[in-house]
T-cell receptor, first 115, second 113 residues
Framework: DGGITQSPKYLFRKEGQNVTLSCEQN?????MYWYRQDPGQGLRLIYY???????QKGDIAEGYSVSREKKESFPLTVTSAQKNPTAFYLC??????????????FGPGTRLTVL | SQQGEEDPQALSIQEGENATMNCSYK?????LQWYRQNSGRGLVHLIL?????REKHSGRLRVTLDTSKKSSSLLITASRAADTASYFC?????????????FGRGTQLTVWP
């Protein structure tokens, strides 16, 4: 089945630890995105990538890092520098980012809780 | 930063009734999209309307766009309990070479059986 997957579904982290959230897609999409969603809020863009080995900061990149070594994969690391990391994290992908008329396909999300 | 603002924040109706949600935005857009999110899940794309279009239909969904008022509406006709979800509008800026979406805070729709 074609789609976008995220793992794990739930993740618990102790303060001071780095954690990495996985995002994989087999849709052959060039562009991939990471969003953060807080209760009652819309989605805020953390990082996005248009092609392999290239990525740009979104609106709330501080305390996060990404890599794009493969077209299919766009992992997000939440570092200890992120002051309030407890949130729901959503990964998305789309066809060529510059098209402007492309819908985004979302994964099921990872709920991160800092203990 | 968020671009769209949905109204109302919450909407509660009975099955069979129509549900109307509105979205206002601030900049010139290339297109506007509506997404649905069931509780604790990812978003699902519903419909895309381009800036040169005024109305679009998909099944029980009807979307309108008024670029002079910078607003859009999503109408769900003959609603069902399974339509219960959060609905988000998202815009792509005109001239954007990146195609990034700006999301609103969403409308929480509850449809009672």
């Amino acid at each position: 089945d074609g789609g976008i997957t995220q793992s794990p579904k739930y993740l618990f982290r102790k303060e001071g630890q780095n954690v990495t959230l996985s995002c994989e897609q087999n849709l052959n999409h060039d562009a991939m995105y990471w969003y953060r969603q807080d209760p009652g809020q819309g989605l805020r863009l953390i990082y996005y990538s248009q092609i392999v080995n290239d990525f740009q900061k979104g609106d709330i990149a501080e305390g996060y890092s990404v890599s794009r070594e493969k077209k299919e994969s766009f992992p997000l690391t939440v570092t200890s520098a992120q002051k309030n990391p407890t949130a729901f994290y959503l990964c998305a992908s789309s066809t060529r980012a510059g098209a402007g008329n492309n819908e985004q396909f979302f994964g099921p999300g990872t709920r991160l809780t800092v203990l | 930063s968020q671009q769209g603002e949905e109204d109302p924040q919450a909407l509660s109706i009975q099955e069979g009734e129509n549900a109307t949600m509105n979205c206002s935005y601030k900049t010139s857009i290339n297109n506007l999209q509506w997404y649905r999110q069931n509780s604790g899940r990812g978003l699902v794309h519903l419909i895309l309307i381009r800036s040169n279009e005024r109305e679009k239909h998909s099944g029980r969904l009807r979307v309108t766009l008024d670029t002079s008022k910078k607003s859009s509406s999503l109408l769900i006709t003959a609603s069902r309990a399974a339509d219960t979800a959060s609905y988000f509008c998202a815009t792509v800026d005109r001239g954007s070479t990146l195609g990034r979406l700006y999301f609103g805070r969403g409308t929480q729709l509850t449809v009672w059986p």
